[in-house]
């Protein structure tokens, strides 16, 4: 029983009730010695039981801090005060673990010893969290009346409570942990031919190669389907309305990039192979294949972590102008390897999809930004000329960005000077760089960019 603003809220209480905008409940489940119960909160409008956090229980305690309902125990005595297999309070959830794979803990038992039992606790923890949004998933669809889409959809929101952070002194690899447990959640559509189905990663694991597809139109037909209760796919219902397929011949996955943490996890596992920029159609077709031991493309985020985290600080301090932000270098990423099969484009040196843009070899700006990373990792230049000059290629590529030559330079020298004063200290405006941002044939090719422009007509810098 939880008390929510004044209110007694049981598990048995009607949907209908009118003294409350919201229900709960607590699942108990078990796991070869381990016993877990955990508060979830009934959506009435996306029809799906959420994780309940203490946030979202705004609970009132005689006007002072309530207790906190979380707790992990061994044996019957409370060993943490956090959530099990978090750091913090959230979701709201108490374990208790007996037996003779319990893990060890400190003298004072007041905490857990590292170790593979710890590891195999937090395992069964995250399955039992996975279990119920695959369990609901399925709900969605064949009880509460949701599309294929939307019941994916809604199931990667689920995840939302689940980001952490992790106790990782007692367990190094909790992210991973869990991470494996979600993969096995059917949170991603399937395209297969004429039929559209649910998968989850592990799935898409054993298929040995999928494409997603960027592109207005066919995120149209994609809120479409969402909209309607259909086991179809968008090449049948392309069919059915006497059009043009807007997807690959082969197998099309949807719905990867729009959660945190199931984006992570495929651009921790897939990498894209092939490339297919369509421009007429105004779209690009992305093929992918498990992760080889060499991969296709590098990132720009610093191998030391001061490092990386002193670049962020820079680029959120001194990145954004009017409607321009940060850059998303993480999103960033450089071919590396002549594997790859792109087609279709021009002068454009790279194109954006939704989780990541990706920048071809063989021009000044993937010289650049590669010879750049590379000085960074080994000490030649330092953290805020990075930050320098990933903001100035930000701006160059964004699609707000000026089109005269000595506009953009003048806005690039005004950035080294506002970062040099503030941080009291000389940034490099090098040859090559104002040789980049004088140019006009830097161009990303964007899918989800209209065909004209906002501003009387006028075609963007650096977007096709």
Not at 125 to 146: D, L, V
Not at 219 to 228: G, H, N, Q, T, Y
Not at 297 to 316: E, F, K, M, T
Request: with cysteine.
């Amino acid at each position: 029983m939880l008390i929510k603003s004044g209110h007694t809220v049981s598990s048995d209480e009607s949907e209908g009730s009118e003294e409350l905008t919201s229900r709960y409940r607590v699942e108990e489940e078990k796991r070869d010695g381990l016993t877990m119960a955990y508060a979830l909160r009934w959506q009435p409008y996306y029809k799906n039981w959420v994780f309940t956090t203490l946030a979202g229980l705004n609970l009132r305690h005689q006007g002072q801090q309530p207790p906190v309902p979380t707790a992990v125990c061994v044996h019957g005595v409370r060993v943490q005060s956090s959530s099990p297999g978090f750091v913090g309070t959230d979701p709201l959830a108490i374990s208790n673990i007996t037996g003779t794979r319990s893990p060890a803990t400190n003298v004072a038992r007041s905490n857990l010893e590292s170790g593979t039992q710890v590891d195999e606790m937090f395992t069964k923890i995250y399955s039992i969290y996975a279990a119920h949004i695959s369990s609901e998933i399925r709900n969605m669809t064949s009880i509460r009346g949701a599309s294929i889409s939307t019941a994916a959809s809604e199931g990667r929101y689920l995840f939302s409570p689940l980001q952490g952070p992790f106790p990782t002194e007692q367990c190094p690899d909790a992210a991973d942990l869990l991470d494996a447990q979600l993969k096995t959640v059917p949170c991603l559509t399937l395209d297969d031919g004429d039929t559209r189905k649910l998968v989850s990663l592990v799935d898409l694991e054993t298929m040995g190669g999928f494409w997603t597809t960027e592109g207005s139109a066919y995120r149209s037909a994609e809120d479409l389907m969402r909209r309607i209760r259909t086991g179809v796919s968008i090449a049948k219902l392309a069919n059915f309305i006497g059009t043009e397929d807007l997807t690959p011949k082969e197998s099309i996955v949807g719905g990867y990039a729009e959660n945190t943490i199931v984006r992570e996890v495929v651009l921790g596992s897939f990498e894209v192979d092939q490339i297919e920029i369509l421009k007429a159609k105004r779209q690009v077709n992305l093929h992918w294949r498990n992760k080889g031991n060499v991969p296709l493309w590098s990132g720009l985020v610093p191998q030391n972590i001061q490092a990386d985290q002193r670049v962020g600080q820079l680029i959120q301090q001194f990145g954004s102008q009017g409607r321009l932000t940060f850059p998303r270098y993480r999103a960033l990423v450089l071919q590396n390897s002549d594997e790859l099969a792109i087609s279709g484009f021009d002068e454009e040196v790279g194109v954006k999809g939704s989780a990541r843009t990706y920048i071809f070899k063989r021009n000044l700006l993937h010289q650049i930004l590669q010879r750049s990373v590379i000085s960074l990792d080994q000490g030649e230049i330092d953290p805020a000329n990075y930050a320098f000059l990933l903001i100035a290629v930000n701006r160059l590529l964004s699609n707000d960005w000026m089109t005269l030559e000595e506009d953009r330079l003048r806005t690039a020298e005004v950035l080294r000077q506002v970062m040099s004063q503030h941080l009291n200290q000389e940034i490099t405006f090098s040859d090559e760089l104002r040789a980049l941002i004088a140019t006009s044939s830097i161009r990303i090719f964007d899918p989800m960019w209209g065909e004209r422009s906002l501003l009387a007509g006028v075609n963007p810098a650096g977007v096709d």
